[in-house]
């Protein structure tokens, strides 16, 4: 054993790298993509203001989506010792306060940057922010039912970013064909952040938190999750046929037929099989958003 005076202390300052993963570049995808569906849906060319598309981008996922994920840890902390200790803030890379102080310094600057993208961005963003910090933070901690929780992060990730993408490109609120797609998306991400929470059903347990897996069961949860993500698909797919959108109505109809495969093979097993289908069946519903996006830009 070291002498008292050889053992190491404890850092006091964090780790660069520690820091970085706790923005969770790997989750900026689904907004980043959403607020591109959202950029396409509005009828402009995108590829015309690439800068503005660029800084678009960067507030949905590095900012927004980063500062929503730094707010998650720093709440999470005691569930992530439970289910992920490797995770910075548990393991200690980053030390003390300072994944709260991130928290904020993100929050901030990723409103910054809303602002000055106009007015209509800064409110959905700031919407966007307001429920990454109710999802996470006490006393409203949204995630500690599954059912609300959910809502507010296929909203925040699904439907604010579709939305802020088409008003970033028009300079106020798109039509109702756009928020009706950005509103049914939102819904059917709802099923997606339920399989997500499959990873974290252990800690959940223990500590309490009445994600849907943990309240319902992985068998249970699992076919609910289809259900919410199938539903809002059905009612896009009658929408744009509606719109005179045949073409388009059949290609979303078409990745929902082979997410349906996806599924019934998730079933059989769904705890073992919820991440694959994350990368199967969710590409495909994204996939369908874009399809829808395209579909309404003459409307919009």
Avoid at 8 to 17: I, Q
Avoid at 79 to 97: F, K, L, T, W, Y
Avoid at 259 to 288: E, S
Wanted: charged share 10%; glycine share 10%.
């Amino acid at each position: 054993m070291l002498p008292e005076a050889m053992a190491p202390t404890p850092s006091t300052r964090p780790e660069l790298r520690g820091m970085l993963q706790l923005l969770k570049p790997i989750t900026w995808f689904p907004p980043m993509w959403a607020f591109a569906c959202g950029a396409v849906s509005s009828g402009s060319n995108p590829l015309e203001t690439p800068l503005l598309l660029l800084a678009g981008m960067v507030l949905a996922g590095p900012m927004v989506c980063g500062a929503s994920q730094v707010v998650n840890d720093w709440y999470d902390r005691e569930v992530d010792a439970i289910n992920e200790p490797q995770r910075p803030i548990p393991s200690g890379r980053v030390p003390g306060h300072w994944g709260l102080y991130l928290a904020i310094t993100w929050t901030a600057l990723s409103l910054i940057l809303a602002i000055s993208l106009g007015i209509t961005v800064f409110w959905a963003a700031l919407l966007g922010i307001l429920l990454a910090w109710f999802y996470s933070a006490p006393p409203l901690r949204f995630k500690q039912n599954g059912w609300l929780g959910n809502l507010a992060v296929g909203i925040s990730y699904e439907g604010l970013a579709w939305v802020t993408g088409a008003a970033v490109m028009l300079g106020t609120l798109p039509g109702r064909e756009v928020l009706a797609l950005a509103f049914l998306y939102s819904l059917g991400a709802h099923g997606i952040m339920t399989l997500n929470d499959f990873k974290a059903l252990e800690g959940d347990l223990r500590l309490g938190v009445r994600s849907l897996p943990a309240q319902l069961g992985p068998e249970r949860a699992a076919k609910v999750a289809c259900l919410v993500m199938a539903v809002p698909q059905v009612f896009v797919i009658a929408l744009l046929y509606d719109w005179g959108r045949p073409l388009h109505a059949a290609l979303v109809a078409a990745v929902l037929i082979a997410q349906l495969f996806a599924m019934r093979r998730m079933l059989t097993d769904p705890k073992a099989l919820a991440p694959w289908y994350n990368g199967t069946g969710v590409t495909l519903y994204v996939a369908g958003m874009m399809a829808s996006a395209v579909a309404v830009r003459g409307l919009a």
